[in-house]
């Protein structure tokens, strides 16, 4: 597939191996306030609960502070359909487990919306692998080539409102 057959902009994702090699290691760093001191400061550790398993699921996920004080998760990860009927969760955030309620955004002109302010304010090239996107065009991608690529990767956005206020 050449760059003019690929999309304005796409998902990329690391590799599964990976991803289970790295996901404990980063549980286990996360789960220490010494230890998470730096990572922590862009890694949480999400406790959710499987809704039809009711199986514990402890995932790392990368987040941002929102201006109102939340904290935002932008994913495609099947673990996020869990929220929507189970939104009181916990996270391990700077090594300290606390209680939080999360609000999943699935529209995709919302959470398009929601990259498009990121990436304007890191511009593509620099916003890109920290969205874990591609942008195959040499401009930032327009809203609707942004909501194109929420529906076509089911992306979503996840706030957290966390009960203890973070440092």
Do not use: C, F
């Amino acid at each position: 597939m050449t760059t003019l057959d690929r999309p304005p902009v796409e998902r990329v994702h690391p590799p599964g191996v990976a991803m289970k090699v790295a996901n404990p290691v980063l549980r286990w760093v996360l789960s220490s306030p010494r230890r998470a001191s730096r990572l922590g400061q862009q890694l949480l550790v999400l406790h959710v609960t499987g809704r039809r398993t009711g199986r514990a699921l402890d995932v790392p996920v990368a987040y941002r502070h929102t201006e109102d004080g939340r904290l935002l998760v932008l994913t495609n990860s099947g673990w996020r359909v869990n929220l929507r009927e189970r939104p009181d969760v916990e996270v391990t955030l700077l090594g300290r487990r606390l209680p939080a309620r999360a609000e999943i955004v699935e529209d995709a002109d919302t959470v398009a919306e929601v990259y498009d302010a990121l990436i304007a304010t890191k511009g593509h090239a620099n916003a890109a692998r920290r969205l874990g996107i591609r942008v195959n065009v040499d401009r930032n991608p327009t809203r609707e080539e942004l909501a194109d690529l929420v529906r076509r990767a089911g992306l979503s956005a996840v706030y957290l409102d966390v009960s203890e206020p973070v440092r």
